[in-house]
């Protein structure tokens, strides 16, 4: 089972970009396909941008434009380039890896078995 660690949350401004960071151990890096996933209080957690080695990405309507996923196969480390925060970005934002094999990104967090420990951005407006 992969092991994620997740950081880089911070206290911004809107307008502001931010990049977090998702390292993976104890698993074979590319045997998973990635997402991150945020939540707010009273908001179910959704899917914000995922891809899956085949390279097929996906992106929240909400995001698309402003948010990057990407990896760094060397790290074994998964990012999230976020630029153009708003206050509605605010939420705790999560790295989760979910075993290879059905095509392309799952928007469903029941379906990934690994997450990491979450990491709060907050945008002032």
């Known amino acids: 089972q992969v092991h994620l660690v997740d950081a880089g949350g911070s206290l911004v401004q809107a307008g502001d970009s931010l990049r977090l960071s998702c390292v993976a151990s104890?698993?074979?890096?590319?045997?998973?396909?990635y997402g991150w996933f945020r939540q707010s209080p009273g908001k179910d957690r959704e899917l914000v941008a995922g891809?899956?080695?085949?390279?097929?990405?996906d992106y929240a309507d909400s995001v698309k434009g402003r948010f990057t996923i990407s990896s760094d196969n060397a790290k074994n480390t998964v990012y999230l380039e976020m630029n153009s925060l708003s206050p509605e970005d605010t939420a705790v934002y999560y790295c989760?890896?979910?075993?290879?094999?059905?095509?392309?990104?799952?928007?469903?967090?029941?379906?990934?078995?690994?997450w990491g420990q979450g990491t709060q951005v907050i945008v002032s407006s």
């Open positions: 989760a890896a979910r075993k290879s094999g059905p095509p392309g990104v799952s928007r469903g967090s029941w379906e990934y078995a690994n």
């Open positions: 104890g698993g074979t890096f590319r045997s998973y396909g």
């Open positions: 891809f899956v080695w085949s390279g097929v990405y």
